[in-house]
């Protein structure tokens, strides 16, 4: 039985809600946790395959190898990938920043903005409370559902989607995690891994057919204002598709100008049968 990770995120939601409500079986286990653990638990072969953080596939892809289809990505905004900062990014030059432990990408994409769109380095530290550090007027990156608590909270301004500052600079898509599997699990069991993606496809497109289902279920995990939850899923991108593939590369090359990754790894998945 293979062994599956999920984020522990409302914007896992669109894929997940079809195995929490029944409506789709999934063949194996899941795990639910933040990216940054999901990386860790595939690497050490924990975990068989799992959502994980894009630049932790981009470190390791002679693990890793990229499954079909499913992405979490943004074309422009982002919404739960921010900075908080009552500068603007490019007046960041020798800022303390507060960043999450909870996540790669949006650390590395942080990086790559400020060091090659804006021309500043500031000094990451760690925090596990980045949204008090923002509240305490202090620079923080922050994801997942806190960054949503922030949109929420501060002053719009303050207040940096860090999707869209991309979007701007690139014109691409972002892509934030990948869906993998570890190269010997493929290798030994690639029709569990087939099966196990066919679930995967099939919860996702009960999701887009359900979406009312989807909504309650991200309102009953974390209650937000009415309507929020349908325009949040619809600024995310869940299809890893040419245009988030292109995105992805360009991430890559951006990472491998900084020295953050040691080349630019595919960003063509492995070939499988994808069951409509």
């Known amino acids: 039985m293979l062994r599956s990770g999920r984020i522990v995120y409302t914007n896992d939601l669109p894929v997940y809600t079809a195995f929490d409500e029944g409506a789709v079986r999934f063949p194996g286990a899941l795990v639910a946790d933040v990216p940054s653990n999901l990386n860790a638990m595939l690497l050490a072969g924990k975990l068989d395959l799992s959502p994980i953080s894009a630049v932790a596939y981009g470190e390791h892809p002679d693990v890793f190898a990229l499954l079909p289809e499913l992405c979490i990505g943004s074309r422009r905004d982002v919404w739960s990938v921010v900075c908080v900062s009552r500068l603007p990014l490019a007046e960041l030059d020798g800022a303390t920043i507060a960043v999450t432990r909870e996540s790669a ?32 007027g202090r620079p923080a990156l922050l994801i997942g559902d806190r960054a949503i608590d922030a949109q929420q909270t501060f002053t719009p301004a303050h207040v940096h989607d860090l999707g869209r500052h991309w979007h701007d600079w690139t014109g691409c898509d972002m892509v934030y995690a990948v869906w993998a599997v570890r190269r010997d699990v493929l290798a030994s069991d690639r029709d569990e891994v087939q099966h196990a993606l066919d679930a995967l496809c099939e919860a ?73």
Do not use: C
Request: hydrophobic fraction near 50%; aromatic fraction near 12%.
């Open 105 to 136: 990408s949006g650390r590395a994409l942080l990086r790559v903005l400020l060091e090659l769109r804006y021309g500043v380095r500031a000094n990451f530290v760690a925090s596990d409370d980045p949204f008090a550090e923002a509240a305490a």
């Open 204 to 276: 996702q497109r009960w999701g887009v057919a359900n979406p009312e289902r989807v909504l309650a279920a991200a309102q009953a995990v974390h209650a937000r204002p009415a309507g929020f939850y349908a325009s949040y899923y619809a600024t995310l991108n869940f299809s890893f598709d040419a245009p988030a593939r292109a995105g992805l590369r360009r991430f890559f090359e951006e990472l491998r100008s900084l020295g953050a990754i040691a080349g630019i790894p595919p960003v063509e998945p492995e070939a499988f049968v994808v069951h409509h």
